[in-house]
């Protein structure tokens, strides 16, 4: 029997501001955003059309937004409620009409898709009802899990359900585990504890990790000249969300321990909106506290939003990528940082940790141990040996496992094979 040719799939990343072009760093907008477009990209180039469904509350943005260069890719925004950004931990109540609202754009257009693939739980919880009125396969990757991100955030627990509303979305993560098709972990990580927190087992699970863009990012070519920024010549770069499990107070305080031994090395901290709202100003202002308190003023530089343009000699150039997030299923910018050459400390409690070999291809460390965190990073600034060694062995694993063919690619054998 000739396996199926799949011609048109539905993504469904429902919140956040998700454009052709994404502003990566405000809120809501990261990693997830480059994962949905960039999988969607790469599986147009098989010749399969992808629509990705997202919520429009912008009026000045087009219902109908082709990804440029991809007239095969577009995104699509339906309306619900009222004309304005909502959070994603308050989305829940839009979601019914959101449903409602694809379901007759879906229709209205005559669009048939083969399956629906959704991402994170507030999209999974409209692509159950959509998938079912036009029954069809659901997929699901939940890209991060409430209770894992629960146990890790710790805090006030009342405090902590206020703000993030965990308990509702354990309890649709759940819903969403057991009617799928199939779904996708990042990591072992994440699957165990989908295991332990969820005690959830199910044969439909594969493990498929982010990939990376290996055109886009990767290590300076001899005959290419070195692109001048306005960074210091030496530098340790940490690029993220501005969020609360970031670690940014945990890399603040390691670097404050090694700050005076390094010579001239700053610490450069990228990510966050153009027009920051509350959560992130109060993130900026707890490290530029932890800043001035340890007198680190002249040796730490936060930028802020990063231009696309301006990403690939932001890792070419650093001495050392970090990323110390308590709470990180997968950490894309690390792998970005690996494709460069750039020899990164991640942490190991994130699900890059699949991807790390410690000390061949990267550093694992716990953020919390501010010793071992900043012995980790004079290990890398005094060695410069092991600092090259360390970044072209990240490049080369990048490159050969993890470019965004090879994740498309597993997506098709993983639709099929659940399908089947």
């Known amino acids: 029997m000739d396996k199926p040719v799949f011609k048109q799939i539905a993504m469904l990343s429902t919140h956040g ?3 052709p072009v994404p502003t990566l760093g ?6 997830q955003v480059v994962y949905v477009l960039e999988l969607s990209k790469a599986l147009a180039r098989k010749g399969i059309k992808v629509d990705i469904y997202t919520r429009w509350f912008d009026q000045s943005k087009a219902q109908i937004d082709p990804v440029p260069g991809y007239p095969d890719v577009r995104v699509i925004r339906i309306p619900c409620g009222e004309w304005e950004f909502v959070p994603k931990e308050f989305i829940y109540d839009l979601l019914p009409e959101l ?3 694809m ?3 879906i229709s209205m257009n005559n669009l048939n898709y083969d399956l629906f693939h959704a991402h994170y739980v507030d999209a999974g919880i409209v692509m159950l009802d959509v998938a079912s009125y036009f029954e069809k396969p659901a997929f699901f990757t939940p890209h991060s899990l409430g209770a894992w991100k629960r146990d890790q955030m710790g805090g006030n627990q009342d405090e902590m359900e206020k703000k993030f509303n965990f308990k509702h979305r354990i309890e649709e993560e759940i819903r969403i585990f057991r009617k799928v098709k199939g779904q996708t972990m990042t990591s072992t990580v994440q699957l165990e504890k989908l295991n332990s927190l969820y005690d959830f087992h199910a044969e439909n699970i594969e493990i498929i990790p982010p990939g990376v863009d290996i055109y886009r990012y990767r290590m300076l070519r001899a005959s290419e000249q070195i692109i001048q920024t306005s960074l210091p010549e030496k530098y340790i770069l940490n690029v993220s969300r501005i969020d609360s499990n970031k670690g940014h107070d945990l890399l603040l305080n390691a670097f404050a321990k090694v700050v005076n031994e390094t010579g001239n090395i700053h610490l450069i901290i990228g990510g966050g909106s153009t027009h920051p709202k509350q959560r992130e100003i109060e993130i900026f202002e707890m490290m530029k506290k932890i800043i001035s308190e340890k007198k680190m003023s002249e040796r730490v530089r936060i930028v802020g939003y990063i231009a696309d343009e301006m990403m690939l000699p932001y890792y070419q150039n650093a001495m050392i990528f970090v990323l110390p997030s308590i709470f990180e299923p ?3 910018t690390t792998q970005e940082a690996m494709a460069c050459g750039c020899p990164v400390i ?6 890059i940790r699949n991807a790390i070999t410690h000390e061949k291809n990267g550093l694992l460390v716990d953020p919390q141990n501010e010793e071992e965190f900043a012995d980790s990073i004079r290990m890398l600034v005094s060695d410069e040996v092991l600092r090259k060694r360390i970044g072209k062995a990240g490049s080369v694993l990048i490159r050969n496992e993890y470019s965004w063919e090879a994740i498309a690619d597993r997506f098709l054998d993983f639709y099929l094979k659940y399908l089947n």
């Open 17 to 19: 501001y998700f454009d």
């Open 26 to 31: 405000i809120t809501d907008t990261g990693g």
């Open 99 to 101: 449903s409602t609202n």
């Open 103 to 105: 379901i007759r754009f």
């Open 330 to 332: 997968f950490g894309m």
């Open 346 to 351: 991640a942490s190991k409690f994130g699900g």
